[in-house]
């Protein structure tokens, strides 16, 4: 009865109506599953750049609206812009490298400048999507999911642990934190009926967040401070162009589209139970493009999928586009009304690593049942194994790029995605595809 309550349950489907009072905490679950992901990137290269604490906290701000916005065109398309899929937009970890090695040359203004150039492009480069996918078979898409799951624990071990770059890292107080948040969202998601299991997580950060509080781990310092409202600044920045800076970002900008495409096919194929479509994919990637634009109108650095979100889902099977869009608006909240975001950052990093284990396994398993739903042939094996032996393999030990140009370390040292990406397409292209009928 339960099993077949699930299957008529309007949160399962992409457009049930679900009450706003049912669809507010699937939402919030999303906001807090990606939260601090969203505004780190903007803190370290805020840090690389010199910027002044209060334009570093201005850009968080446009941070959350931009986010907010671009996860509401994703799940609502204007034109083609958008797939309709319930597909959480953040600011992206993928441009940090490169963009700390421009605004160290050039400033901030060239970094903007070419996110501006570089985001038109890959819109224009998802409105030709038709010309394109069928080179991307369904293999390749399977083996760049696996590796978006394999590419996150390493994120979620860090959080469990602390936090990157934090002194204390592996203290007791992080380790038993995470391990209430984790131990809270097993127990939750096993003892609980019906709908309710899906918030798990939601449960998990709050039972986290009580223990968090009572470690010290909490800060609230930043309520006392904050304003009523906050309204964004247009062109805080002046835009400056510079080839060699636009050429290396519009290189990330095709590695945040090869992103988007793994976690869009990720996200049909482990939410919807079907392959993904053309015009989903192309409506993707030129929303991740044109709304970077859109975002570095306002100082603020390209937004793309987040796959912490593809996680949740994988382990949820909650699509609501309704409750997902909640959590949009809660994101846009955040931005406007700055005591609510300081009160979602403060998150600590443990409780969030707690949660994301789960999330993040479940994406690595979501792509190895996608390998064998194409089939274990002898040719989808070799591509599988050897794109993630070599991209997951060669970017634990990013010195092996040392022979390498600057670009090249920068777009693949670190980012074993593009790797697995580029690996599984050029797989795809040499082999034969009767492999298996030659001996």
Not at 274 to 302: A, H, Q, W, Y
Request: hydrophobic content about 55%.
């Amino acid at each position: 009865m339960e099993k077949e309550k699930k299957k008529t349950d309007a949160i399962y489907e992409l457009d049930g109506k679900v009450p706003l009072g049912k669809a507010v905490p699937f939402g919030l679950q999303h906001v807090l599953a990606m939260f601090v992901a969203n505004i780190a990137p903007i803190l370290i290269v805020a840090g690389v750049v010199k910027m002044p604490p209060e334009q570093s906290a201005a850009l968080i701000q446009s941070a959350m609206i931009i986010a907010g916005i671009g996860t509401l065109i994703q799940l609502y398309p204007l034109w083609k812009v958008g797939s309709g899929l319930p597909i959480v937009m953040g600011i992206s970890f993928t441009f940090v490298s490169v963009f700390c090695v421009v605004g160290s040359k050039y400033g901030y203004g060239a970094v903007m400048g070419a996110a501006l150039v570089g985001g038109i492009l890959e819109g224009i480069l998802g409105l030709c999507a038709r010309y394109w996918r069928r080179f991307i078979p369904p293999i390749v898409a399977a083996t760049v999911v696996a590796s978006i799951g394999f590419s996150l624990l390493g994120i979620g071990a860090n959080s469990f642990g602390g936090g990157f770059g934090n002194p204390d890292f592996g203290d007791a107080k992080y380790i038993i934190v995470g391990t209430i948040t984790l131990i809270s969202c097993i127990g939750f998601n096993v003892l609980a009926k019906s709908f309710y299991k899906q918030l798990s997580v939601l449960f998990g950060l709050v039972v986290g967040y009580i223990a968090a509080y009572f470690y010290g781990l909490v800060d609230l310092s930043g309520l006392a401070t904050a304003k009523l409202i906050a309204i964004p600044q247009f062109m805080p920045f002046e835009m400056e162009f510079h080839p060699d800076a636009i050429f290396a970002i519009f290189l990330i900008f095709l590695v945040s589209a090869t992103e988007t495409i793994g976690d869009t096919s990720a996200m049909t194929a482990i939410g919807l139970r079907r392959n993904v479509s053309e015009k989903e994919i192309s409506g993707s990637i030129t929303c991740d493009g044109l709304v970077s634009s859109f975002s570095s109108l306002f100082g603020c650095m390209p937004i793309t999928s987040f796959s912490q979100n593809v996680g949740l889902i994988a382990m949820t099977k909650v699509v609501n586009r309704f409750a997902i869009m909640t959590g949009a608006v809660i994101m846009i909240m955040a931005g406007l009304f700055p005591a609510l975001g300081v009160l979602l950052a403060s998150l600590p990093e443990p409780v969030l690593g707690g949660c994301t284990l789960m999330m993040f396994g479940s994406i690595v398993v979501s792509g190895i049942q996608m390998v064998a739903a194409c089939g274990y042939t002898q040719r989808n094996v070799i591509i599988a194994s050897l794109a993630m032996s070599i991209g997951i393999g060669f970017t634990q030990v990013p010195a092996i790029f040392k022979i390498f140009p600057a670009l090249v370390k920068n777009v693949f040292a670190e980012n074993c995605v593009a790797v697995v990406f580029l690996v599984a397409l050029v797989l795809n292209f040499v082999l034969p595809d009767n492999m298996d009928e030659i001996r």
